[in-house]
């Protein structure tokens, strides 16, 4: 918040200029008010959970003593909202405290070491993804929209449906027998050595790349078309064309341009889904991502990692939103004039 | 050379015999002694013979010896953030894994059961076997460089007293506090009751040695054939060849790592395209194609290991006996087995250890009798019951044998509901495990007075079935007691009847343990007693 609050005389005059920049300090501002609150839900939430990662730690048998010892060793036995600042200041200086598995085996290990490489194997499977599926999305989506009701829009259409149809699961499962039982050409899991990117072994990256192209890749399809039917129908398109433009120019200049504005949003949705709920698939190609981190955290009921994965998730969420709506606004002149 | 060996102790093959050797005390202290000596005087001749640590680091054949050298990677059902070097806590097979191979047992099982030195050299009983002299064997190192010696056994023996270690049963008759170091290499167990078999409590993963005074498992240091290098928790391990170990020369490879995949079918196919080595755990169909295919090798050993449902037999409507009389009745053993085991596997008569030493083998077999089993639900007032019955993927044939038992519950008017639980968390005492009222099990053990002590002595942390009796404690300390063969073959049948009338347990099958590796692993000797040869990593070499 302070970096809202500080240079305040320029960030005014900032702000006369330019109204995207205004914008953007809003949003921001916004985000982070958005995302203390999610943090309070957050604790709350994973405060009604019964049992906690003492108990998870020592199991049935433990006496008294022994869970109040490990309670207080963990940090359990103080009031909750000491806990939660200290929780809070923890995630604002980057400690995020030690792990419940740590605390199990004897010994100390902070949580974030067992978070940092996980968040980059997920940012790299989203982040390839989303860099096939966004082109991928816009070329079939238009192409869809311009040959509507014709074949190349029909298989379009039914092949995207059909593939969002069927579970991740089988999805995978079908690539995997595709592409390593039959073909032999792909490794069916996807191992990441720690220390490792997951880049650097490219080809274990495919099959679930693919996999999550194939769940997330029609509904964008859908939203591209449909915005751009919208638009192809419009009275500018109309005058356009009128006018005499090539259709290529009319379809790229005029109408793609205000289609894509609820297709980012639902690309940002898509995106966000990909980072933090993919567990399925994770777990189908052995893939060391957020998804399997998580679940793992809330089996041995480690409340301070599931808040803090659950935080981090709820920030990427919150930023890709932001993203998404700077680019709609840079896509629709009239939503910065307006404001 | 190996693979025709592995292949004939696939389903079908020669049966029976593995168990059939008589231990009495006397030949097994005997056999446990002059094993001592061969691996002694092997590790002599190795040492002769030059294949010293000069040679570790590089893959390349030594002369007329195994290969040196690689990394062999082990993929294995993973537990999760359960998952830890602290041997006080885990039950999962990936624990056992790396607890066998960082950490040394006192005494070894061996492929077929029989019971070798490891940490102990001699096991010395007094007359009444109620005082026993323990010998360690000298020479040993921790991985930090220290000595080995009787206040490691002695401090971990203390660690093993407290209730929630999980094979807190192994120390429950030892006089903890007059445990007594003799001289460094010495040490005397006071028992409470007298037991002539003491060592057979001191076999499993878990009451491996720890060094004296360790507290933190995050950077564990053991005195096995492997040191920690690092871990990520529910991910993988990497552990590196400890040049001093006490079996001069091994281990073989240079590193060996320990990789969780949850899902039966992703760790298979991870070995199929060479991205581990080896893998425990092959679902059963798989491994019988495998077998025919020959990709990868299946290396399949018959085991006493027990497929079983189990009751706790204080929950409603578990508490009833006739209730758990009626569900035996209707498991159709040979259903259960040719379904969910694909043959890998013989018919379980509800008893631990069939063709052990002690085992009832009198007691007429149960078959499927759908009539009684409705008749007796109806005398316990449960006519239309409906029940909850655990599963999960942790093992092959779990989840297959509980969907297969529900549609036989059917016939007797029961209405089983199978319920999936997590595989990484199902086998976490902290967790699910032994909280289950109807759910299933699989045990792997080396002998009957083992197992009737983890598994059902009121304190045992493995107790699932929840059986406290007294009664039961009373004549298992005096069946491992007992002065002469007869007594104590006349305890334990006693012991069995009661199970075998009254018992929470449902023992379908005594299922072969069967794993894969690559064709490159050599060394892996099927072993009757656990996955992977034992767990036994120090043997295998990659060529």
Known sequence: MTEVAAPRAAARAARRRRPLLRFVVRRLAAAVATLFVVSILIFAGTEVLPGDAASAVLGRTATPEQLAEMQELMGLDRPAHERYLDWLGGVLTGDLGNSAAGYAAGGETPIWDDIAPRVGNSLVLAGVTALLMVPLALVLGVLAAVRAGRTVDHAISVGSLAIISLPEFIIGSLLILLFFSWLDVLPPVSLVPPGESALSRPEALVLPVLTLLGASLAASIRMVRAGMLEALNAEYVTMARLNGFRERVVVARYALRNALAPSVQVFAQNIQYLVGGIVVTEYLFSYPGLGKELVDAVAIRDVREVQSVALLVAGVYVLLNIVADVLVVLLVPKLRTQS | ?543
């Open chain 2, 1 to 543: 050379m190996a693979s025709s060996d592995r292949q004939s102790s696939g389903p079908g093959a020669a049966g029976g015999d593995v168990f059939g050797t008589r231990f009495t005390r006397r030949r097994l202290l005997h056999g446990a002694a002059a094993a001592g000596l061969t691996l002694g005087a092997g590790g002599l001749l190795s040492a002769c013979g030059g294949d010293g640590d000069e040679t570790a680091g590089q893959t390349g054949t030594t002369e007329g010896g195994p290969s040196r050298g690689g990394r062999l990677r082990v993929a294995h059902v993973g537990a999760g953030k359960g998952e830890s070097f602290n041997p006080a806590r885990g039950s999962s097979f990936i624990d056992a894994s790396r607890y066998f191979n960082v950490f040394d047992p006192l005494s070894r099982v061996g492929p077929t059961l029989e019971v070798e030195p490891g940490l102990a050299l001699e096991w010395n009983p007094n007359e009444d076997s109620t005082l026993w002299e323990v010998k360690l064997r000298p020479d040993v190192t921790w991985h930090d460089g220290k000595p080995f010696t009787a206040d490691d056994v002695i401090y971990t023996l203390g660690q093993m007293g407290d209730a929630k270690h999980v094979s807190h049963a192994s120390v429950l008759n030892i006089n903890l506090r007059d445990v007594r170091k003799v001289d460094d290499l010495t040490l005397e167990i006071p028992l409470k009751s007298p037991n002539a078999r003491l060592f057979d409590s001191f076999v499993q993963q878990n009451t491996v040695i720890v060094q004296d005074g360790a507290t933190d498992f995050t950077r564990p240091v053991g005195t096995g054939p492997f040191m920690f290098q690092s871990f990520t928790v529910g991910e993988r391990s990497l552990c590196t060849r400890n040049p001093n170990y006490w079996e001069q020369g091994k281990p073989y490879v240079e590193e060996w790592e320990d990789i969780s995949i949850d899902d039966n079918a992703a760790r298979l196919n991870a070995l199929l395209a060479g991205e581990v080595d080896m893998i425990s755990q092959i679902p059963f169909a798989q491994a019988k194609q495998q077998q025919e295919q020959g990709d990868i090798q299946v290396i399949a050993a018959e085991s006493p290991a027990l497929q079983v449902f189990l009751m706790a037999v204080d929950i409603a409507p578990f508490d009833d006996v006739r209730v758990r009389q009626a569900f035996r009745l209707i498991a159709d053993r040979q259903a259960l087995i040719d379904g969910a085991l694909f043959g890998f596997g013989t018919v379980g008569n509800d008893l631990a250890g069939k063709g052990m030493p002690f085992y009832a083998e009198d007691l007429p077999p149960r078959e499927q009798d759908l009539d009684e089993a409705r008749a007796l639900l109806a005398a316990a007032g449960h006519e239309n019951l409906t029940v909850t019955l655990h599963t999960s993927d942790i093992v092959p044939g779990f989840v297959e044998a509980a969907t297969l038992f529900a549609q036989q519950a059917q016939g007797a008017g029961v209405t089983v509901n199978v319920k999936r639980e997590p595989a990484n968390a199902y086998f976490d005492t902290s967790l699910l495990y032994t909280k289950l009222d109807f759910a299933q099990s699989f045990w792997t053990y080396s002998s009957i007075p083992l197992w009737y002590e983890q598994a059902l002595l009121s304190d045992a942390v493995w107790n699932e079935t929840h059986w406290r009796d007294p009664e039961t404690d009373r004549l298992i300390r005096q069946a491992q007691g007992a002065p002469d063969e007869e007594t104590a073959e006349q305890l334990w049948r006693q012991i069995q009847e009661t199970q075998y009338e009254e018992g929470g347990y449902i023992v379908w099958a005594y299922q072969h343990l069967v794993d894969g590796a690559a064709q490159n692993v050599q060394g892996v000797e099927p072993s009757s007693f656990f996955n992977l040869g034992g767990w036994n990593y120090r043997d295998v070499y990659l060529t």
